[in-house]
């Protein structure tokens, strides 16, 4: 818990740098970085995120920043393709592989990164923050996320909160699921 909340502690310095928001360092990288955390500090990670939302205005006055709550993001879409009762009435009276099958094609990767886009404005922001990976699981899985956002994206920094463990190489959501290979984003705070 301790080293949880030492990094915790320093992700609003990290995220208001120049560094972070001018992709200095990178390599010609993209600025997509991934702060992990052990998924049972979900509750603590969500109010430190509202936290960062209403000092990055007083620490960084002029900082054009978003945050976007990735199930939020998905049920709106469902909602604004007016499925989201179909799809709530399907998971109730026939489950959740149900569920998936039926939404599958609204929730792609692909059509949900521009559905992102169009939501962050990486052209009008200078940083977009990522969370709510968890709840939106196992409906969209954060790696094809981060791969359909690449070409999208441009030189806006990207910040995800991930409940699980990053290691630079792989992702595995709440430390439990199996590793997917993801190498494209640096980790936030070591």
């Known amino acids: 818990?301790?080293?949880?909340?030492?990094?915790?502690?320093k992700i609003l310095d990290r995220i208001t740098s120049d560094e972070l928001l001018n992709?200095?360092?990178?390599?010609?990288?993209?600025?997509?970085?991934?702060?992990?955390?052990?998924?049972?500090?979900?509750?603590?990670?969500?109010?430190?995120?509202?936290?960062i939302v209403r000092q990055i205005p007083k620490v960084k006055p002029d900082l054009r920043f978003t945050h976007i709550n990735l199930f939020d993001l998905l049920t709106g879409h469902l909602k604004d393709r007016k499925l989201l009762d179909r799809a709530i009435r399907i998971q109730k009276e026939k489950g959740n592989q149900e569920l998936l099958k039926a939404v599958k094609g609204a929730l792609?990767?692909?059509?949900?990164?521009?559905?992102?886009?169009?939501?962050?404005?990486?052209?009008?922001?200078?940083?977009?923050?990522?969370?709510?990976v968890g709840s939106a699981y196992p409906?969209?899985?954060?790696?094809?996320?981060?791969?359909n956002?690449?070409?999208?994206?441009?030189?806006?920094?990207?910040?995800?909160?991930?409940?699980?463990?990053?290691?630079?190489?792989?992702?595995?959501?709440?430390?439990?699921?199996?590793?997917?290979?993801y190498y494209r984003a640096f980790r936030l705070i070591c």
């Open 108 to 132: 792609g990767a692909d059509k949900i990164a521009k559905v992102f886009v169009s939501r962050a404005d990486p052209k009008e922001n200078d940083l977009v923050m990522v969370s709510g």
């Open 23 to 51: 992709n200095k360092g990178l390599g010609n990288e993209i600025g997509f970085y991934i702060f992990d955390y052990p998924p049972e500090f979900e509750l603590e990670m969500r109010a430190h995120i509202q936290f």
């Open 149 to 181: 956002l690449h070409a999208l994206m441009e030189a806006t920094p990207l910040v995800m909160f991930y409940p699980g463990v990053y290691t630079g190489q792989g992702m595995r959501l709440f430390g439990k699921l199996k590793e997917v290979n």
């Open 1 to 9: 818990m301790i080293d949880f909340k030492q990094r915790m502690d």
């Open 139 to 147: 409906l969209l899985r954060s790696h094809n996320l981060l791969n």
